[in-house]
């Protein structure tokens, strides 16, 4: 009887065990209630001191599947870049089960070194003083990379992020532009199979970030390198990423495709129409007007409402001279969720 | 198995140490007229500190019982042991500046020995002429010291100078891991380092007997060249000591290697980088 009992028990435990190693082959970087609590120690007068905990990432769980392309967006102070550091080993969390590759980064940092590639938008790998080439060299022989595969990705690097008239130049005499631009390729000379950027687009111009997300994308595509990436500039995620994932208060808010966004953050399209003349408020509920101008007025409608079957109803009702509908803008959209956030912590506390 | 891996690590680490006090030495040469001067200003300097001991010893006959040559023998010692010490690991305190800066994230993600990079950070040959220096006066005075040279005599100076290169080192690691614990203490390790080094120009006998006491046991420094150089130039030690003491160096070396590498796991794995 015992020993019936013995064995069912076994059979359990063989079953999810097995479930958790289907589960790690596709899933390349795994968190599992992850947290990162820091100790804060702030001065409040002489010798005096309190001590506060943050609770930076807070019980955080997804998987990245090789070859995705992620977006990490958030406030500041969200836990974006903490994350980061957790992923590449650079801190060790206070809780929970991560996974590189199979790899606890925080026990085996040097290993998983080898495979992954780190760009913090803030600092640079660079060599100040030395030539943009030279660190370059250095990354050969650090990393040791085959000569043949070093010349090759070198290569691919120069063309397509344009560095070939920056290659003898000392980096401290290069643009942010072109400084994260080499950076960028810094990171990628050894092939990682996955690329973490923190905030790699910060301080860009227009056409430097289109130089880099078109870098991105090739990589995504061509090699399947799998990319990370925190920004506050929503373009990023809009013409990079398939899948976003929201972080505030280090807590995970949404999780999907930007455009489910739309349906979480409740958000709304605009449809401009200009009258003949200056009328009172149009009434069509239920869209509301949240702006007059003159003749022009502004209708705000839920983003899964039909725009014809209401642009029908006004041109019935009033004399339209002309309309437009305008999509809603996902910037507003993740503010309002940030901002809802921090009303229900409100409420809650 | 552990051995194979520790020795390909420690092998890392010196490949790592090399590339990177490589890429320093370039750094400094884009820059060679500061270069030529400051090599030159660090001569000087260091040559300045000799001319102090000898004004002194102008006005005193010899210092607590201790002749010139004898004096020379001891200031070579500590200075040739720290400037080797100076010049492989000089750089530890910038440790403190990357730490609060961040930059030190930036080495993590490295796959090498962080010791290593950062042992190698800010390399400068510069520091050569310390050990010059040092070398100079110890040579002098190895010359001038009357001494009955045994082989043990003569063993023993290369190992007293080596197993005081390595207790500087042990101190700077220490140091180093220190710097991650409490994040601005440069100027902690600086007092004992640099501190530790004028102590040691001065014959033991200079000091009360309680203080030495204390320098032997608990800073083991004192193995650099003090209870050593006693038995080599055959003065009595002011404490009681066994003659197998003055072989000690490397053992303490040893010693502090080990203490320091633990401190510097325990440092490396406190840190917490930095909010931005
Ligand atoms: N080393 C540290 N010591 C103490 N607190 C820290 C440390 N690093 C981060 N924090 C705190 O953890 C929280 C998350 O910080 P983090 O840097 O991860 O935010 P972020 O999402 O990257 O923000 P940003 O968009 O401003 O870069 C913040 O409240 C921050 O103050
Ligand atoms: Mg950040």
């Known amino acids: 009887m015992d020993v019936a009992v013995d064995e069912t028990g076994d059979a359990v435990t063989d079953g999810a065990v097995d479930g958790a190693v289907d589960g790690a082959v596709d899933a390349f970087i795994e968190l599992d209630r992850v947290e990162k609590v820091f100790d804060v120690r702030k001065k409040t007068g002489f010798l005096k001191r309190e001590r506060r905990q943050v609770r930076a990432v807070d019980s955080i769980s997804f998987t990245v599947a090789r070859g995705e392309m992620v977006g990490y967006i958030g406030p500041n102070g969200a836990g974006k870049s903490t994350t980061i550091k957790m992923l590449t080993g650079i801190l060790t969390p206070s809780g929970g089960r991560l996974r590189v590759a199979g790899i606890d980064p925080s026990r085996e940092r040097t290993r998983l070194a080898h495979r992954i590639g780190v760009v913090f938008g803030q600092r640079t790998t660079l060599w100040w003083d030395l030539p943009l080439i030279d660190s370059y060299k250095l990354m050969h022989r650090m990393y040791r990379i085959p000569d043949a595969r070093y010349r090759e990705n070198l290569d691919r690097c120069v063309e397509l992020l344009e560095l070939g008239d920056l290659l003898d130049v000392p980096v401290r005499q290069l643009s942010l532009g072109q400084r994260m631009r080499g950076d960028i390729a810094a990171a990628l000379l050894h092939d990682p199979e996955v690329l973490y950027l923190d905030e790699p687009t910060i301080g860009l111009d227009v056409i430097s970030k289109a130089k880099v997300r078109g870098f991105l994308r090739e990589l995504n595509t061509e090699r399947g390198t799998t990319v990370l990436l925190t920004t506050h500039d929503l373009q990023d995620i809009e013409q990079l990423c398939s899948r976003v994932m929201v972080i505030d208060h280090g807590r995970l808010m949404y999780d999907g495709p930007l455009a489910g966004l739309h349906e979480v953050g409740e958000s709304e399209r605009t449809l401009v129409v200009d009258l003949e003349r200056e009328l009172p408020p149009i009434d069509a509920a239920p869209a509301r007007v949240v702006r007059v101008e003159g003749p022009r007025q502004w209708l705000a409608f839920p983003a899964s409402e039909s725009a014809a079957a209401l642009v029908a109803r006004v041109a019935a009702e009033y004399p339209l001279v002309d309309l437009s509908v305008r999509e809603p803008d996902i910037e507003a959209v993740i503010a309002k969720m940030y901002a809802g956030d921090a009303e229900a912590e409100k409420a809650v506390s | ?276």
């Open chain 2, 1 to 276: 198995m552990t051995g194979v891996v520790r020795g390909s690590r420690l092998g890392e680490g010196l490949r790592a140490y090399r590339l990177i006090a490589g890429m320093w030495i370039r750094s400094a040469m884009t820059y060679r007229a500061s270069f030529v001067v400051t090599v030159c200003g660090n001569l000087a300097v260091t040559g300045l500190d000799f001319v102090g001991i000898l004004l002194m010893f102008s006005q005193v006959d010899a210092l607590g019982g201790w002749r010139l040559p004898e004096i020379a023998f001891l200031y070579g010692l500590s200075v040739t042991a720290f400037g080797i010490a100076d010049l492989v690991l000089g750089s530890m305190d910038v440790l403190g500046s990357r730490i609060r800066d961040g930059s030190f994230d930036t080495l993590l993600v490295r796959p090498a020995p962080v010791l290593a990079q950062i042992g190698a950070d800010h390399f400068a040959v510069r520091r050569l002429g310390r050990i010059t220096q040092g070398t100079v006066v110890l040579i002098w005075a190895l010359a001038s010291v009357d001494v009955d040279w045994s082989a043990a005599k003569v063993l023993l100076v290369p190992l007293m100078v080596l197993s005081g290169a390595v207790i500087f080192c042990a101190v700077f690691v220490a140091g180093a891991a220190f710097q991650i614990f409490a994040q601005d203490a440069a100027e902690v390790q600086n007092a004992f380092t640099y501190g530790g080094t004028t102590l040691l120009q001065y014959p033991p006998t200079v000091f009360g007997k309680d203080f030495v006491r204390g320098v032997t046991f608990m800073f083991p420094i004192a193995f650099v060249n003090w209870v050593p150089a006693c038995y080599v130039l055959g003065r009595p030690y002011p404490l009681d000591l066994p003659e197998w003491a003055a072989f000690a160096p490397p053992l303490v070396a040893a010693v502090c290697c080990g203490l320091a590498g633990l401190a510097w796991r325990a440092g490396l794995g406190s840190y917490r980088s930095t909010g931005s």
